[in-house]
């Protein structure tokens, strides 16, 4: 197992900022060889180290691409923030832009306090979520969505159509395919880990979302896992796909996020495929 200390830095994006805060112990599953039987198993959180609460300016911050500690910053015109929720072995993320918000996955089940947390540091409340976006249907990743649901009231989830039936949801999931556009975000159909898995785009602040379809490894990306994906063949075609799109950075499932050279990095790992 991997462990990350908690970190938070700051990624310089042409005219703005974003801030990515990395809050808690993170361990790599999904992805890894050292995640058990598969990636939709939930660990439980009395055998995990419970993440803390507050990590934003803290003494252990390690800031990236910045001589400031502050989590908080803008990317883009509009003006937008992305936050990571480290939750155990997987992470979700928050997008705020314009005291709105977006939440891509949801993690494992039983961890919604983690995503509560995650939007006060980000200062906006559940009723600011507009929409959730689930990459793909793996407990790991859904597994928080019928709690997320009822407490954002005011919330449409999204996913890819092959995925939806998987998925527990207390009002109806709307279908999402390649192109379409939820909150100004491009998703993007990337198939292969499983049927339905969608990565997000944020073109203006040059991150991509990447759900589970790569995993970050040491600092680095690789693609998903054989062990835990449906088909390879479409899971490296999607890698292919992801290498020809403009970002920096890459916020992944699983491991690290990327900060830099993100799409660079892809099309090195995609040659090899
Ligand atoms: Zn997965």
């Not at 703005?16 to 790599?28: E, H, N, Q, R, Y």
């Not at 883009?76 to 155990?88: F, K, L, N």
């Not at 600011?128 to 709690?147: E, K, Q, S, W, Y």
């Not at 990306?221 to 479409?234: A, H, L």
Request: hydrophobic share 40%; charged share 15%; net charge negative.
């Amino acid at each position: 197992m991997e462990l990350f200390s908690r970190r938070s830095f700051l990624v310089k994006l042409g005219k703005g900022t974003a801030a990515v805060a990395v809050l808690g112990p993170m361990t790599v599953a999904c992805g890894s060889d050292t995640g058990g039987a598969d990636d939709t198993a939930v660990a439980s959180p009395s055998t995990t180290s419970t993440p803390p609460t507050s990590a934003v300016g803290s003494t252990s911050t390690a800031v990236v691409g910045s001589s400031t500690t502050s989590g908080s910053a803008s990317v883009g015109s509009g003006g937008s923030r992305w936050e990571r929720v480290a939750m155990t072995n997987v992470s979700a993320y928050i997008l705020v832009r314009d005291s709105k918000a977006v939440i891509v996955d949801t993690g494992h089940a039983g961890l919604i306090e983690d995503i509560d947390a995650g939007l006060q540091r980000v200062g906006v409340g559940w009723g600011d979520v507009g929409d959730v976006i689930l990459t793909h249907m793996h407990g790991d990743h859904i597994g928080g969505l019928p709690a997320v649901m009822d407490r954002a009231t005011a919330a449409t989830a999204h996913a890819g159509e092959p995925d939806i039936e998987a998925m527990r949801s207390p009002r109806p999931i709307s279908v999402v395919a390649d192109g379409d556009e939820v909150f100004g975000l491009d998703i993007i159909g990337t198939p292969g880990h499983t049927p339905g898995h969608v990565c997000v785009l944020d073109r203006s602040a040059g991150i991509l979302v990447a759900g589970d379809a790569l995993i970050g490894s040491d600092g680095g990306i690789s693609g998903p896992n054989p062990r835990f994906s449906s088909d390879m063949n479409e899971a490296n075609a999607s890698v292919v796909k992801l290498a020809g799109l403009d970002y920096s950075t890459i916020l992944v499932g699983h491991g690290d996020p990327v900060t830099s050279n993100g799409s660079t990095l892809v099309a090195e790992l995609s040659a090899t495929l």
